[in-house]
């Protein structure tokens, strides 16, 4: 047996191991066990390694670490479990697999959900119908607890279950088991969250679920079922609506740029997921990297701060350490600092005692069917449970994917999925020519109101050339506002809740900046401010647009624009003021301009939005004309 290994078994010292990708490899990680309460305390080094790349930590980050970014979120005591890394290795996966026993694995009375499958699909319909449907977030992710007891559990024991998840999981970004000496954590997980090395910046947003529920024995059935998936609409939007939400983070990132690749197909055991790949630049120091990266909207939903909130309302418990992060931290071959980061889903919590836990979720949009989101939670738990309850090595199926490796329809039709996306995005953004805006020094205010997308609407701004400001509805004073352009931004919530906060302290924004005549730029919710406060009724979709296309005529010329409301002005005898486009009802006011201001209920920043930038910068023109 390698002595490395034999020493985990024998020392009962903390350890970590990780096959990244399918590897033939794994990395073996020793080291001092830390319990840190905040994330800068993570443990790092400095200089150039000698012999190459090192590992500096590895560390358990907690859900509830998402309040060092002011985003509220129940703790029970968890902190961030940290391996200060003392030594690494590498060892060939057969031969790590040789010396791990394959032990027989009892659990002491089975295993139970925190909620019934019924109290689970009113949870989600209650979800679907009060939070998305009234605005509150386009999606949201509330995942149930299985819990259970393993007999006469051990160190064997838990590197016996890593066994089996290296035998029969494949597909995933890592597998992994991490012992800091109170604690397993072993987990098959598929998404990478947040990588970055020689200053370059990926993320892999994932969505979109096609379960492999069963034994395809004929191509021609599986390409059918497969690109019926593909057509789907729920899972087309739903994928785009995370990589929205992860375009808010890559801007407040990679102010040097960045492109998105896709959309990929990942196939794991059980599963087949849609991905892009979002690859940006940053000069940032990792760790604040990492702290604006928290967490990934396809564990929390969107927008992320919202979807804290809805997760703290409707969660029985802490999430403990469930839909956040692994952190890696090391140094490459010249010292620049690295980070690797996964998401904690599809991961086993173990205590010494053999009690563990793990949570699984599926993402809530608006038009969710209960019962099938309950069916796609227990297939992503499918692979882990296995696991444990399965002995030894069994039949692995062959990919499926490799039945369609030169099937041109499946890449058109995920080709496809980008025909009427943005053309900014798919591009690496640099600052581009502008001619008609060449030494304005043009300066930008924009008006936060719970909704990163306003980093999105400053990098493509900063694209063009202008100075972009953003200030909290909280904190902006109209009165220090020296900017050309004041923008009021996107958000959740009821704009006719008059009594809530933040509806008052923007009714009386717009309020000033139209009794000034100060240019101003109104997106989404923004939007349904102005409206308000220019005497237009607002009012309450039949359906929310959370997260979808839709082509519109836009002042005269048509557009594909990407809406992410439940509410929205609606047409009256004022119109006649003011040059309005309408949706095909004539009743819904999609957008409006005056001599001094334009609203939009769409978000010319979203990668739904075709043209969004060549939007941005026509309205610009107009308001500074």
Not at 78 to 100: F, P, W
Not at 274 to 286: A, Q
Request: negative net charge.
């Amino acid at each position: 047996m390698n002595q490395t290994l034999s020493t985990i078994l024998e020392s009962n010292q903390p350890f970590c191991i990780i096959q990244k990708q399918d590897s033939e490899d794994v990395l073996i990680l020793e080291g001092e066990s830390l319990e840190l309460d905040q994330i800068d305390d993570i443990p790092r080094k400095r200089g150039s390694p000698s012999g190459g790349r090192s590992y500096d930590s590895i560390s358990l980050v907690p859900f509830s670490q998402i309040r060092e970014k002011g985003y509220q979120a129940r703790n029970d005591g968890e902190r961030i479990l940290t391996l200060n890394i003392k030594q690494s290795s590498e060892l060939a996966v057969d031969e790590l697999l040789n010396g791990i026993e394959a032990c027989e694995i009892n659990l002491e009375n089975g295993f139970e959900y925190d909620m019934t499958t019924d109290a689970y699909e009113k949870l989600i319909q209650k979800i679907v119908d009060d939070e998305i449907g009234n605005g509150e977030g386009a999606n949201f992710v509330v995942p149930r607890t299985l819990t259970g007891r393993i007999n006469d559990f051990s160190t064997t024991k838990a590197l016996s279950i890593f066994k089996y998840l290296l035998e029969n999981d494949y597909g995933t970004y890592w597998k992994f088991i991490f012992y800091n000496g109170t604690r397993f954590f072993i987990g098959s997980t598929p998404e990478r969250h947040l990588f970055i090395e020689k200053q370059r910046v990926k993320m892999n947003p994932i969505s979109g679920t096609f379960r492999k529920k069963k034994a395809y024995h004929r191509r021609s059935e599986f390409k059918t079922d497969l690109m019926s998936f593909l057509n789907n609409p729920k899972e087309i939007n739903e994928l785009f609506m995370v990589v929205d939400e992860e375009l808010k983070m890559m801007s407040r990132m990679c102010s040097q740029g960045g492109a998105i690749i896709g959309p990929l197909l990942k196939e794991m055991s059980k599963l087949i997921h849609t991905e892009y790949l979002l690859s940006g630049e940053s000069d940032k120091d990792v760790i604040e990297l990492f702290k604006d990266s928290m967490y990934a909207a396809t564990v929390t939903g969107s927008p992320v701060e919202n979807a804290c909130n809805i997760i703290l309302k409707y969660s029985q418990h802490s999430r403990r350490y469930y839909g956040s992060a692994i952190l890696l931290l090391g140094r490459d071959e010249h010292g620049g600092d690295t980070l690797d980061s996964p998401i904690t889903i599809r991961t086993l919590e173990v205590d010494t005692g053999g009690k563990f836990q793990t949570a699984v979720g599926a993402t809530l949009v608006r038009d969710s069917i209960a019962s099938e989101e309950v069916l796609e939670t227990e297939a992503k738990s499918a692979a882990l449970l296995d696991s444990i309850v399965s002995q030894g090595k069994q039949e692995v199926s062959t990919p499926m994917m490799s039945r369609l490796a030169n099937d041109d329809e499946i890449a058109e039709q995920l080709q496809f999925r980008n025909q009427y996306l943005s053309n900014f995005w798919f591009f690496k953004q640099e600052t581009r020519l502008h001619s008609q805006f060449d030494n304005q020094d043009i300066k930008i205010t924009i008006i936060h109101n719970g909704d990163d997308f306003v980093y999105m609407l400053k990098h493509i701004f900063s694209s063009f050339g202008m100075r972009t400001t953003i200030i909290p509805w909280q904190t902006y004073d109209l009165g220090k506002d020296d900017s050309a352009i004041t923008l009021v931004g996107p958000g959740p919530g009821n704009p006719n809740q008059s009594e809530d906060p933040k509806m008052q302290a923007n009714y009386a924004i717009v309020d000033g900046l139209l009794k000034r005549r100060k240019p101003s730029l109104y997106i989404c919710l923004g939007h349904q401010f102005l409206g308000h406060q220019l005497g237009f009724p607002v009012a309450r979709k039949k359906v929310p647009l959370q997260g979808v296309q839709e082509k519109i005529q836009l002042f005269g010329r048509e557009e594909r624009v990407g809406f992410y409301n439940t509410f929205v002005p609606m047409n009256s005898d004022l119109s006649q003021a003011y040059e309005v486009s309408l949706a095909q009802d004539n009743q819904e006011m999609l957008a409006i301009r005056g001599d001094f201001f334009i609203g939009f209920q769409f978000h010319p920043e979203s990668i739904l939005t075709k043209n969004g930038d060549a939007i941005l910068k026509e309205s610009i023109a107009y308001l500074l004309r």
